[in-house]
């Protein structure tokens, strides 16, 4: 869909409630926002087997960022819009040079029709982001990484335009045509001109989901997802999903045979269960396991960094074509303070990849420091080698800021 259609959506959704504007035209507003200013320090393995001396991938030592995060919200009873700009100023010291990044952005947007109780048209540009897991989202074909393991990542929406019937408070079926990912070019937009089906239910302590997809360029994606309260202290939680990826990288376990490159994967399975209990004084322990068919078996991942190990060449396709994750089994553990303190917030990740068993343990944490600041940190560390996943481009990594909330 190109500009000029999207700008004749928009005024079609403006016509369509032109007649409930008249009637309702006084509008609420409101807008806040978050001022971040924060340095990143990361140790880059010099003996990485994808990214030798850092001559491939030039990944940053050193980085100072600046970061405004604004939202602002016009509605009345029949409209709804909703806009999410962000703002950045970032230095960065890689292996061979600096480099300075301004941008800005809308990395959300939506304006919302309420053509009855039950009945919302909208179109703008959302995450389109479902489920309890922490690690990964095998139901979302858009989000796989769902961003939930880095407090500090801001997710970009996917461009939509969308129709929700919401028949009762149990039930909501969703229809969507996913027009592309936001700020990727359409080249590389696997997702571009998308249909998207979703059904909603909820009940008493339960809520069920599920999803197809069909792209353009993709075959069809079938996912779903659950979970299930267990008292007050226990939530338990699944997700699955079904698809081909492309551009898929194969890597045979016989190291004397080279890597191909197929269009699409054959279709495999992606599924992850977890559990999360409340301790009395409101901190949560968290456990989730992930198996990813699409991922690499044991003989395979090993075949996979003797060939990146042969010739910078190689590394460079293996680095730049990986799949999505390299093994298949994963183990996610989360230690989360209570999110009802206002005054300070810490959390703890651990990550082992069972393929290779490398692992990573990454913490956060956050501080009030005055009525409107806060100061944080993050870090990420390693303790696998350089033919292991989690350690085969940095050992460890820290972040430190200050945030200002603005409103």
């Excluded at 919302?112 to 909208?122: F, G, H, I, K, P």
């Excluded at 769902?146 to 990542?153: A, I, K, L, T």
């Amino acid at each position: 869909m190109g500009i000029r259609s999207k700008v004749n959506l928009v005024s079609l959704l403006f016509m369509a409630s032109s007649a409930g504007y008249a009637e309702e035209s006084n509008w609420s507003t409101s807008w806040d926002g978050t001022l971040y200013g924060y340095a990143n320090a990361t140790t880059l393995r010099t003996d990485s087997v994808l990214n030798p001396n850092n001559q491939i991938a030039n990944l940053p030592k050193r980085s100072d960022t600046a970061e405004l995060r604004l939202n602002f919200k016009a509605e009345n009873d029949v409209l709804r819009f909703t806009a999410r700009p962000i703002l950045l100023a970032q230095q960065q010291r890689g292996a061979a040079n600096t480099s300075q990044k301004n941008d800005g952005y809308l990395s959300q947007w939506q304006l919302r029709v309420s053509a009855s109780e039950e009945l919302n048209v909208a179109a703008g540009r959302e995450v389109l982001n479902w489920g309890a897991a922490q690690f990964r989202s095998p139901s979302s074909p858009f989000y796989f990484d769902n961003g939930r393991s880095d407090p500090m990542r801001e997710l970009i929406g996917m461009d939509t335009v969308k129709v929700t019937w919401t028949p009762d408070m149990q039930s909501s079926f969703t229809l969507a045509r996913v027009v592309g990912a936001g700020r990727v070019a359409p080249a590389a937009d696997e997702w571009r001109n998308t249909w998207l089906l979703k059904a909603d239910q909820r009940g008493d302590g339960y809520a069920v989901g599920v999803v197809v997809a069909k792209a353009a360029l993709n075959a069809a994606f079938y996912g779903a997802h659950g979970q299930y309260s267990v008292g007050d202290e226990t939530l338990l939680y699944a997700e699955i999903g079904s698809s081909e990826q492309l551009i898929s990288l194969q890597s045979p376990a016989d190291v004397a045979q080279p890597f191909s490159v197929l269009a699409a994967s054959p279709r495999r399975n992606t599924a992850l269960v977890g559990a999360t209990y409340t301790l009395p004084d409101g901190q949560s322990l968290t456990a989730e396991y992930l198996r990813d068919n699409h991922g690499y078996t044991m003989a395979q991942e090993a075949a996979y960094f003797s060939r990146a190990a042969s010739s910078p060449l190689v590394a460079g396709q293996a680095l730049g074509m990986a799949p999505r994750l390299l093994g298949r089994d994963y183990v996610h553990l989360v230690w989360q303070s209570n999110l009802m303190e206002s005054e300070s917030y810490w959390r703890m990740m651990y990550t082992r990849n069972l393929t290779d068993v490398g692992q990573e343990l990454g913490a956060y944490g956050e501080a009030t420091l005055h009525e409107r600041v806060s100061g944080f940190i993050s870090a990420t560390v390693t303790s696998s080698t350089a033919q292991q996943e989690a350690s085969s481009l940095f050992t460890r990594s820290v972040t430190l800021g200050v945030k200002v909330a603005l409103h």
